[in-house]
Protein backbone atom coordinates (compact mmCIF):
# COMPACT_ATOMS: atom_id res chain seq x y z
CA UNK A 1 0.00 0.00 0.00
CA UNK A 2 1.41 3.16 -1.11
CA UNK A 3 0.07 4.81 2.43
CA UNK A 4 2.80 3.08 4.31
CA UNK A 5 5.44 4.35 1.69
CA UNK A 6 5.25 8.02 4.08
CA UNK A 7 7.67 8.08 7.00
CA UNK A 8 5.26 10.08 8.91
CA UNK A 9 2.14 7.48 8.18
CA UNK A 10 4.47 4.91 8.87
CA UNK A 11 5.73 6.62 12.48
CA UNK A 12 2.09 7.50 13.37
CA UNK A 13 0.67 3.90 12.79
CA UNK A 14 3.87 2.72 14.92
CA UNK A 15 2.51 4.44 17.34
CA UNK A 16 -0.85 3.75 17.53
CA UNK A 17 -0.26 0.14 17.27
CA UNK A 18 2.21 0.35 20.10
CA UNK A 19 -0.65 2.28 22.28
CA UNK A 20 -3.14 -0.76 21.10
CA UNK A 21 -1.12 -3.54 22.02
CA UNK A 22 -0.46 -1.84 25.53
CA UNK A 23 -4.01 -1.48 25.89
CA UNK A 24 -4.71 -4.99 25.02
CA UNK A 25 -2.22 -5.72 27.74
CA UNK A 26 -3.35 -3.54 30.10
CA UNK A 27 -7.26 -4.57 29.69
CA UNK A 28 -6.15 -8.55 29.96
CA UNK A 29 -4.12 -7.72 33.46
CA UNK A 30 -6.81 -5.56 34.46
CA UNK A 31 -9.37 -8.11 33.86
CA UNK A 32 -7.16 -10.77 36.09
CA UNK A 33 -6.33 -8.51 38.87
CA UNK A 34 -10.76 -7.85 38.86
CA UNK A 35 -11.31 -11.45 38.48
CA UNK A 36 -9.36 -12.02 41.68
CA UNK A 37 -10.97 -8.64 43.30
CA UNK A 38 -14.13 -10.26 42.44
CA UNK A 39 -12.92 -13.62 44.24
CA UNK A 40 -12.03 -11.86 47.37
CA UNK A 41 -14.93 -10.26 47.82
CA UNK A 42 -17.44 -13.02 47.17
CA UNK A 43 -14.89 -14.72 50.03
CA UNK A 44 -15.37 -12.48 52.23
CA UNK A 45 -18.91 -12.71 51.70
CA UNK A 46 -19.25 -16.14 51.97
CA UNK A 47 -17.12 -15.67 55.51
CA UNK A 48 -19.74 -13.20 56.69
CA UNK A 49 -23.06 -15.31 56.20
CA UNK A 50 -21.25 -18.32 57.42
CA UNK A 51 -20.32 -16.40 60.54
CA UNK A 52 -23.54 -15.36 60.78
CA UNK A 53 -25.27 -18.41 60.73
CA UNK A 54 -23.06 -20.16 63.09
CA UNK A 55 -23.73 -17.55 65.83
CA UNK A 56 -27.32 -18.77 65.26
CA UNK A 57 -26.43 -22.09 66.42
CA UNK A 58 -27.07 -23.44 62.58
CA UNK A 59 -24.91 -26.75 62.16
CA UNK A 60 -21.93 -26.45 60.35
CA UNK A 61 -23.02 -29.27 57.47
CA UNK A 62 -25.98 -27.30 56.91
CA UNK A 63 -24.10 -24.20 56.03
CA UNK A 64 -21.76 -25.78 54.12
CA UNK A 65 -24.14 -27.60 51.64
CA UNK A 66 -25.59 -24.46 51.41
CA UNK A 67 -22.28 -22.21 50.17
CA UNK A 68 -21.54 -24.97 47.57
CA UNK A 69 -25.18 -25.09 46.39
CA UNK A 70 -24.89 -23.99 42.76
CA UNK A 71 -28.78 -23.16 41.86
CA UNK A 72 -31.84 -22.26 43.43
CA UNK A 73 -35.15 -24.60 44.05
CA UNK A 74 -37.20 -21.04 44.46
CA UNK A 75 -37.08 -20.74 48.04
CA UNK A 76 -33.98 -18.84 47.97
CA UNK A 77 -35.21 -16.24 45.75
CA UNK A 78 -38.40 -15.76 47.69
CA UNK A 79 -36.40 -14.93 50.55
CA UNK A 80 -34.78 -12.72 49.27
CA UNK A 81 -37.58 -11.32 47.77
CA UNK A 82 -39.66 -10.93 51.29
CA UNK A 83 -36.47 -9.13 52.09
CA UNK A 84 -35.99 -6.53 49.27
CA UNK A 85 -33.45 -7.77 47.16
CA UNK A 86 -34.23 -8.33 43.70
CA UNK A 87 -33.01 -7.49 40.32
CA UNK A 88 -34.24 -3.77 40.47
CA UNK A 89 -32.90 -2.96 43.65
CA UNK A 90 -30.87 -0.45 43.84
CA UNK A 91 -27.39 -1.00 43.87
CA UNK A 92 -26.33 1.35 46.14
CA UNK A 93 -28.26 -1.09 49.05
CA UNK A 94 -25.01 -3.83 48.12
CA UNK A 95 -21.89 -2.54 50.05
CA UNK A 96 -19.80 -5.51 48.11
CA UNK A 97 -21.38 -4.27 44.90
CA UNK A 98 -20.76 -0.80 45.92
CA UNK A 99 -17.13 -1.86 46.35
CA UNK A 100 -16.50 -3.93 43.39
CA UNK A 101 -17.21 -0.80 41.59
CA UNK A 102 -15.47 1.69 43.01
CA UNK A 103 -12.55 -0.50 42.65
CA UNK A 104 -13.21 -1.08 39.12
CA UNK A 105 -13.41 2.52 38.52
CA UNK A 106 -10.79 3.71 40.09
CA UNK A 107 -8.31 0.76 38.32
CA UNK A 108 -9.38 1.39 35.29
CA UNK A 109 -10.08 5.03 35.15
CA UNK A 110 -5.79 5.85 34.89
CA UNK A 111 -5.47 3.57 32.33
CA UNK A 112 -7.90 5.33 30.07
CA UNK A 113 -6.46 8.57 30.87
CA UNK A 114 -2.91 7.43 30.21
CA UNK A 115 -3.97 5.63 26.86
CA UNK A 116 -5.91 8.49 25.83
CA UNK A 117 -3.34 11.01 27.00
CA UNK A 118 -0.47 8.88 24.92
CA UNK A 119 -3.01 8.66 21.53
CA UNK A 120 -3.46 11.95 21.51
CA UNK A 121 0.16 13.35 22.02
CA UNK A 122 1.01 11.29 19.12
CA UNK A 123 -2.21 12.63 17.23
CA UNK A 124 -0.91 16.29 17.89
CA UNK A 125 2.62 15.66 17.15
CA UNK A 126 1.83 13.64 13.79
CA UNK A 127 -0.50 16.67 13.07
CA UNK A 128 2.00 18.99 14.06
CA UNK A 129 4.73 17.86 11.91
CA UNK A 130 2.03 17.50 9.17
CA UNK A 131 0.88 21.05 9.16
CA UNK A 132 4.45 22.31 9.53
CA UNK A 133 4.93 20.25 5.89
CA UNK A 134 1.62 22.22 4.47
CA UNK A 135 3.03 25.54 5.61
CA UNK A 136 6.22 25.07 3.92
CA UNK A 137 4.51 24.07 0.47
CA UNK A 138 1.86 27.01 0.90
CA UNK A 139 4.87 29.49 1.25
CA UNK A 140 6.30 27.46 -1.81
CA UNK A 141 3.44 27.66 -3.92
CA UNK A 142 2.87 31.17 -3.25
CA UNK A 143 6.50 32.39 -4.52
CA UNK A 144 5.33 29.98 -7.50
CA UNK A 145 2.28 32.52 -7.97
CA UNK A 146 4.71 35.20 -7.35
CA UNK A 147 6.92 33.81 -10.37
CA UNK A 148 9.60 33.09 -7.90
CA UNK A 149 10.96 29.27 -8.98
CA UNK A 150 13.79 29.13 -6.55
CA UNK A 151 11.68 27.24 -3.94
CA UNK A 152 11.06 23.75 -4.44
CA UNK A 153 8.99 21.51 -1.95
CA UNK A 154 10.11 18.94 0.30
CA UNK A 155 10.14 15.47 -1.88
CA UNK A 156 11.09 13.22 1.19
CA UNK A 157 9.62 9.67 1.22
CA UNK A 158 7.61 8.13 -1.32
CA UNK A 159 3.95 8.29 0.52
CA UNK A 160 0.83 10.16 -1.02
CA UNK A 161 1.89 13.53 0.20
CA UNK A 162 5.20 13.35 -1.35
CA UNK A 163 3.70 12.56 -4.38
CA UNK A 164 1.59 15.47 -4.33
CA UNK A 165 4.26 17.72 -3.58
CA UNK A 166 6.36 16.20 -6.45
CA UNK A 167 4.06 16.78 -8.98
CA UNK A 168 3.33 20.76 -7.56
CA UNK A 169 6.94 20.91 -8.40
CA UNK A 170 6.78 19.05 -11.96
CA UNK A 171 4.22 21.40 -12.67
CA UNK A 172 5.75 25.12 -11.49
CA UNK A 173 9.02 23.87 -13.74
CA UNK A 174 6.59 23.36 -16.54
CA UNK A 175 5.52 26.97 -15.56
CA UNK A 176 8.69 28.15 -15.14
CA UNK A 177 10.45 27.07 -18.66
CA UNK A 178 6.77 28.24 -20.07
CA UNK A 179 7.62 31.41 -18.70
CA UNK A 180 10.97 31.54 -19.82
CA UNK A 181 9.78 30.19 -23.28
CA UNK A 182 7.35 33.27 -23.54
CA UNK A 183 10.03 35.80 -22.33
CA UNK A 184 12.20 34.31 -24.87
CA UNK A 185 9.50 34.39 -27.40
CA UNK A 186 8.98 38.03 -26.58
CA UNK A 187 12.59 39.25 -27.02
CA UNK A 188 12.75 37.29 -30.11
CA UNK A 189 9.62 39.03 -31.05
CA UNK A 190 11.00 42.42 -30.19
CA UNK A 191 14.70 42.26 -31.43
CA UNK A 192 12.99 40.71 -35.26
CA UNK A 193 10.53 43.72 -35.62
CA UNK A 194 13.77 46.16 -34.86
CA UNK A 195 16.01 44.52 -36.83
CA UNK A 196 13.34 44.54 -39.55
CA UNK A 197 12.80 47.97 -39.22
CA UNK A 198 17.06 48.77 -39.28
CA UNK A 199 17.02 46.36 -42.67
CA UNK A 200 14.60 48.13 -44.26
CA UNK A 201 14.82 51.64 -43.64
CA UNK A 202 17.83 51.77 -45.65
CA UNK A 203 15.75 50.59 -49.10
CA UNK A 204 13.16 52.01 -48.05
CA UNK A 205 14.98 55.37 -47.85
CA UNK A 206 17.00 54.25 -51.27
CA UNK A 207 13.75 54.00 -53.11
CA UNK A 208 11.90 57.57 -51.89
CA UNK A 209 15.14 59.10 -53.33
CA UNK A 210 14.62 57.24 -56.50
CA UNK A 211 11.36 58.22 -56.85
CA UNK A 212 12.27 61.95 -56.04
CA UNK A 213 14.90 61.87 -58.92
CA UNK A 214 12.13 60.32 -61.32
CA UNK A 215 9.61 62.90 -60.67
CA UNK A 216 12.09 65.49 -60.95
CA UNK A 217 13.69 64.24 -64.16
CA UNK A 218 10.69 62.65 -66.01
CA UNK A 219 11.96 64.45 -68.80
CA UNK A 220 14.60 62.26 -69.44
CA UNK A 221 14.57 59.02 -70.45
CA UNK A 222 18.00 57.97 -69.37
CA UNK A 223 17.88 59.41 -65.75
CA UNK A 224 14.36 57.50 -66.06
CA UNK A 225 15.59 54.08 -67.43
CA UNK A 226 18.62 54.26 -64.86
CA UNK A 227 16.62 54.88 -61.16
CA UNK A 228 13.66 52.46 -62.54
CA UNK A 229 16.67 49.61 -62.48
CA UNK A 230 18.17 50.89 -59.21
CA UNK A 231 14.49 50.85 -57.79
CA UNK A 232 13.90 47.31 -59.12
CA UNK A 233 17.27 46.34 -57.20
CA UNK A 234 16.29 48.03 -53.78
CA UNK A 235 12.17 46.46 -54.33
CA UNK A 236 14.23 42.54 -55.12
CA UNK A 237 15.54 43.33 -51.73
CA UNK A 238 13.27 43.92 -49.94
CA UNK A 239 11.38 40.93 -51.37
CA UNK A 240 14.44 38.88 -50.79
CA UNK A 241 14.73 40.18 -47.11
CA UNK A 242 11.10 39.80 -46.19
CA UNK A 243 10.90 35.90 -47.77
CA UNK A 244 13.87 35.18 -45.56
CA UNK A 245 11.89 36.43 -42.12
CA UNK A 246 8.95 35.03 -43.07
CA UNK A 247 10.76 31.55 -43.31
CA UNK A 248 13.09 32.21 -40.35
CA UNK A 249 10.24 32.68 -38.55
CA UNK A 250 8.09 29.82 -39.59
CA UNK A 251 11.23 27.84 -38.74
CA UNK A 252 11.31 29.19 -35.32
CA UNK A 253 7.68 28.99 -34.68
CA UNK A 254 7.98 25.02 -35.58
CA UNK A 255 5.28 26.29 -38.79
CA UNK A 256 7.33 23.87 -40.93
CA UNK A 257 6.96 20.20 -41.52
CA UNK A 258 9.59 18.63 -43.39
CA UNK A 259 8.79 15.96 -45.90
CA UNK A 260 12.06 13.73 -45.98
CA UNK A 261 12.47 11.49 -48.95
CA UNK A 262 15.30 9.45 -50.77
CA UNK A 263 17.11 11.87 -53.61
CA UNK A 264 19.99 11.97 -55.31
CA UNK A 265 22.51 14.36 -54.37
CA UNK A 266 23.61 15.56 -57.80
CA UNK A 267 19.74 16.76 -58.81
CA UNK A 268 19.90 17.87 -55.04
CA UNK A 269 22.85 20.57 -55.98
CA UNK A 270 22.02 21.33 -59.33
CA UNK A 271 18.49 22.38 -57.95
CA UNK A 272 20.78 24.26 -55.48
CA UNK A 273 23.24 26.22 -58.14
CA UNK A 274 20.39 26.49 -60.83
CA UNK A 275 19.60 30.26 -59.89
CA UNK A 276 23.24 30.92 -59.02
CA UNK A 277 25.28 30.18 -62.31
CA UNK A 278 24.42 33.43 -64.01
CA UNK A 279 25.35 35.25 -61.15
CA UNK A 280 28.66 33.04 -61.01
CA UNK A 281 29.33 33.57 -64.56
CA UNK A 282 28.98 37.38 -64.25
CA UNK A 283 31.33 37.76 -61.57
CA UNK A 284 33.59 35.36 -62.96
CA UNK A 285 33.63 33.12 -60.47
CA UNK A 286 33.64 29.02 -60.97
CA UNK A 287 31.32 26.65 -59.76
CA UNK A 288 32.29 23.00 -59.85
CA UNK A 289 31.02 19.77 -58.38
CA UNK A 290 32.50 16.61 -56.95
CA UNK A 291 31.15 13.34 -56.21
CA UNK A 292 29.65 10.35 -56.86
CA UNK A 293 26.80 10.72 -58.82
CA UNK A 294 24.81 7.76 -57.57
CA UNK A 295 24.53 8.95 -54.16
CA UNK A 296 21.50 9.74 -52.99
CA UNK A 297 20.71 11.55 -49.67
CA UNK A 298 17.44 11.25 -47.08
CA UNK A 299 16.37 14.95 -46.32
CA UNK A 300 13.38 16.92 -47.50
CA UNK A 301 14.47 17.85 -51.33
CA UNK A 302 12.90 22.04 -51.59
CA UNK A 303 14.53 23.06 -47.73
CA UNK A 304 17.74 21.37 -47.98
CA UNK A 305 18.80 22.53 -51.77
CA UNK A 306 17.38 26.27 -49.99
CA UNK A 307 20.00 25.58 -47.93
CA UNK A 308 22.77 24.81 -50.02
CA UNK A 309 22.28 27.44 -52.52
CA UNK A 310 22.22 29.79 -49.50
CA UNK A 311 25.76 28.77 -48.81
CA UNK A 312 26.59 28.69 -52.30
CA UNK A 313 25.47 32.64 -51.97
CA UNK A 314 27.59 33.35 -48.74
CA UNK A 315 30.45 31.55 -50.64
CA UNK A 316 29.90 34.49 -53.87
CA UNK A 317 30.00 37.01 -51.77
CA UNK A 318 32.88 36.27 -49.96
CA UNK A 319 34.91 35.17 -53.28
CA UNK A 320 36.77 37.46 -55.24
CA UNK A 321 36.57 37.76 -59.29
CA UNK A 322 38.33 34.85 -60.37
CA UNK A 323 37.82 32.82 -57.67
CA UNK A 324 36.65 28.90 -56.91
CA UNK A 325 33.40 27.51 -55.14
CA UNK A 326 33.36 23.71 -54.91
CA UNK A 327 29.80 21.37 -54.14
CA UNK A 328 31.20 18.33 -52.38
CA UNK A 329 29.56 15.22 -51.29
CA UNK A 330 30.14 11.86 -49.64
CA UNK A 331 28.43 9.11 -48.09
CA UNK A 332 29.38 6.79 -45.23
CA UNK A 333 27.66 4.26 -43.56
CA UNK A 334 27.53 6.31 -40.63
CA UNK A 335 27.25 9.65 -41.75
CA UNK A 336 26.23 11.65 -45.26
CA UNK A 337 27.77 14.96 -46.32
CA UNK A 338 27.60 17.81 -48.32
CA UNK A 339 30.56 21.05 -48.38
CA UNK A 340 30.12 23.80 -50.36
CA UNK A 341 33.65 25.54 -49.68
CA UNK A 342 35.37 28.61 -51.35
CA UNK A 343 39.00 30.05 -51.96
CA UNK A 344 37.63 33.73 -50.81
CA UNK A 345 39.17 35.51 -47.68
CA UNK A 346 37.97 33.25 -45.04
CA UNK A 347 36.61 34.21 -41.59
CA UNK A 348 37.84 36.16 -39.12
CA UNK A 349 38.66 34.38 -35.83
CA UNK A 350 36.61 37.32 -33.66
CA UNK A 351 33.56 36.58 -36.20
CA UNK A 352 33.81 31.94 -36.29
CA UNK A 353 31.17 31.97 -33.47
CA UNK A 354 28.91 34.46 -34.63
CA UNK A 355 28.23 33.91 -38.32
CA UNK A 356 24.85 31.95 -37.48
CA UNK A 357 23.37 34.57 -35.82
CA UNK A 358 20.80 36.67 -37.26
CA UNK A 359 21.49 40.12 -39.13
CA UNK A 360 25.11 39.66 -37.99
CA UNK A 361 27.89 41.49 -40.40
CA UNK A 362 31.92 41.14 -39.52
CA UNK A 363 33.51 45.01 -39.96
CA UNK A 364 35.38 43.19 -42.30
CA UNK A 365 32.58 42.29 -44.64
CA UNK A 366 30.74 46.06 -44.59
CA UNK A 367 31.12 46.49 -48.11
CA UNK A 368 29.65 43.05 -49.36
CA UNK A 369 26.00 41.76 -50.20
CA UNK A 370 23.96 40.17 -47.85
CA UNK A 371 21.93 41.36 -44.76
CA UNK A 372 22.82 38.52 -43.10
CA UNK A 373 20.16 35.69 -42.86
CA UNK A 374 21.49 33.61 -45.64
CA UNK A 375 23.66 31.72 -43.25
CA UNK A 376 20.69 31.82 -39.85
CA UNK A 377 18.18 30.57 -42.33
CA UNK A 378 20.52 27.55 -43.89
CA UNK A 379 21.21 26.48 -40.05
CA UNK A 380 17.56 26.48 -38.92
CA UNK A 381 16.65 24.63 -42.06
CA UNK A 382 19.02 21.62 -41.90
CA UNK A 383 18.50 21.49 -37.77
CA UNK A 384 14.77 21.64 -38.39
CA UNK A 385 15.32 18.43 -40.16
CA UNK A 386 17.98 16.67 -37.50
CA UNK A 387 20.80 17.64 -39.14
CA UNK A 388 23.95 19.30 -38.61
CA UNK A 389 25.56 22.18 -39.85
CA UNK A 390 29.05 23.14 -39.37
CA UNK A 391 31.84 25.80 -40.87
CA UNK A 392 35.99 25.09 -40.68
CA UNK A 393 38.03 28.65 -41.69
CA UNK A 394 41.11 30.56 -41.56
CA UNK A 395 41.62 33.96 -42.64
CA UNK A 396 43.30 34.11 -46.24
CA UNK A 397 42.20 30.29 -46.39
CA UNK A 398 38.65 30.33 -47.65
CA UNK A 399 35.76 28.80 -46.13
CA UNK A 400 34.35 25.51 -45.63
CA UNK A 401 30.39 24.66 -44.66
CA UNK A 402 29.50 21.13 -43.96
CA UNK A 403 25.89 19.74 -43.91
CA UNK A 404 25.74 16.38 -41.97
CA UNK A 405 22.61 13.99 -41.92
CA UNK A 406 23.06 10.67 -40.22
CA UNK A 407 22.66 8.07 -43.15
CA UNK A 408 19.01 6.21 -43.19
CA UNK A 409 18.87 3.10 -44.60
Known amino acids: MTLFRDKQNRWYLLAVSLLCVTLIGGFLLFCVGQARAAQTMLLEREQAIAGGLLER ?84 VRSFASGDFSFHLPRTGEGTLARLFAAVDDLACALQAKGETEHRTKEFLKNTISDISHQLKTPLAALRMYHEIIEEESGNPAVVTEFSQKTETALGRMEGLIQSLLKITRLDAGGIVFERKRIRVDALVNRAMAELKTRAEREQKALAVRGNPEDTFFCDPEWTSEAVGNLIKNALDHTSPGGRIVIAWEHSPAVSRITVSD ?64 TEV
Open 57 to 140: DVPQETIAAALNNASDNGLGRKLLERIGRTENTPGQLFPTLRTFEKNTVWNLLPGIVLCAALLLCAALLFLSRLDHRYRIAEQT
Open 343 to 406: DGCGIAAEDIHHIFKRFYRSRHSLDRQGVGLGLPLAKAMIEGQGGVLTVRSAPGEGAAFTISFL
